[in-house]
């Protein structure tokens, strides 16, 4: 496989690197993602994050695992270890199922780069097309309020929410954004303040919990967030504290957009209740670690309910941009997500 390069992911002399994104944005440092048992601890450490660039660093280890000489056997376990490490996000499951498809093929080797490094091809496209149906909702002045990272750290291009908010921003309809700091991991605070500051975009870091007063002050004009899963009907599982978000927004008759490509989607699965939710580490909550070190400020002992992403029910939800165009609510009640039959 040829060299590659995304703002997270490099392949270099037939390896795989990825950005460490738990060391952002004090350090930019590039982690070793050799073996499937590296790339699942990154996974698990959310040093690698991201539902759609979690897909794309499985398929791609799995394209130069085979060029390394594993065989078809050996490939199929990895595929299977790699499909179980992030449940939640369904885009790592879509993009295994067509690595899967490569790996039947007979001349498999050159089948799963193929079908690797098309995927990190489509996911700059899907990007690209998210961007522009996103944009064409954004009024001109407009003051955003976003949850989590959904910019180029957490793709393959320019982002889907994240994305969104920049090109409209380039459009000139973005006046600032309100960035939640996203707790336990900060991942608002670590990485989308980093890429809004990188693009030259007016942004204020609040506390998760400082959003309803803004709502409030009526300062806030729209939300738009990203999703590492979407129902058969419309429910949105995505980062912690986008539930909340939304129950706000309907309160104070604020827009809520979700922005993701049609890879996030998952027709099998009926609805938010059918989503299985990662429950994460207790030390995220009772303390925080980082480039500094580690602080601890709950008691030792301390009982902790963590869960990496909660469910945000269709009825909250403004209008689903997806690469395909903007679908609304009414087409989700008439079924738009539903299995063709």
């Known amino acids: 496989m040829h060299n590659l390069k995304t703002t997270s992911l490099e392949v270099r002399d037939n390896q795989l690197w990825i950005l460490d994104q738990q060391a952002l944005p004090q350090q930019k440092n590039w982690l070793p993602a050799h073996t499937v048992g590296q790339l699942v601890s990154h996974i698990h450490a959310l040093s690698v994050r991201g539902a759609p660039l979690i897909g794309l660093s499985a398929s791609l280890l799995l394209a130069l695992l085979a060029e390394q000489g594993l065989t078809k056997p050996q490939l199929a376990e990895a595929l299977e270890t790699l499909r179980a490490s992030r449940p939640t996000a369904v885009n790592l499951m879509n993009n295994l199922d067509r690595m899967k498809q490569a790996l039947a093929q007979e001349n498999f080797v050159a089948a799963l780069g193929e079908e690797a490094l098309r ?51 380039n459009e000139g309809h973005v006046a600032s954004v309100w960035v939640d700091e996203t707790r336990p991991l900060l991942q608002g605070g670590r990485l989308t303040a980093w890429e809004l500051g990188e693009l030259g975009i007016p942004y204020r870091l609040i506390c998760d919990s400082m959003a309803a007063s803004l709502m409030a002050k009526k300062q806030v004009d729209a939300i738009w967030v990203g999703a590492d899963r979407i129902a058969a009907n419309g429910d949105v599982a995505n980062k912690i504290g986008t539930y909340s978000l939304a129950v706000l927004a309907h309160y104070h008759d604020i827009p809520f957009y979700v922005a993701a490509p049609h890879t996030t989607l998952d027709r ?17 909550v009772t303390g925080v670690t980082g480039s500094f070190g580690s602080v601890h400020w709950a008691p030792e002992n301390a009982t902790v309910y963590n869960p990496a992403f909660d469910v945000t029910p ?6 689903w941009i997806l690469d395909t165009g903007v679908v609304t609510p009414k087409q989700v009640r008439d079924g738009v997500f539903l299995p063709q039959k």
Do not use: W, Y
């Not at 099998?268 to 030390?283: H, L, M, T, V």
């Open 268 to 284: 099998n699965c009926p609805n938010g209740e059918a989503i299985p939710i990662e429950q994460r580490a207790a030390g995220e």
């Open 119 to 169: 995927l990190v091809a489509e996911d700059k496209v899907l990007c690209d097309n998210i961007a522009r149906a996103g944009a064409a909702l954004v009024k001109p002045g407009s003051r955003l309020l976003t949850h989590c990272n959904t910019g180029g750290l957490a793709t393959a291009g320019v982002g889907t929410a994240l994305g969104v908010i920049q090109r409209a921003f």
């Open 314 to 319: 269709a009825e909250l939800i403004s209008g």
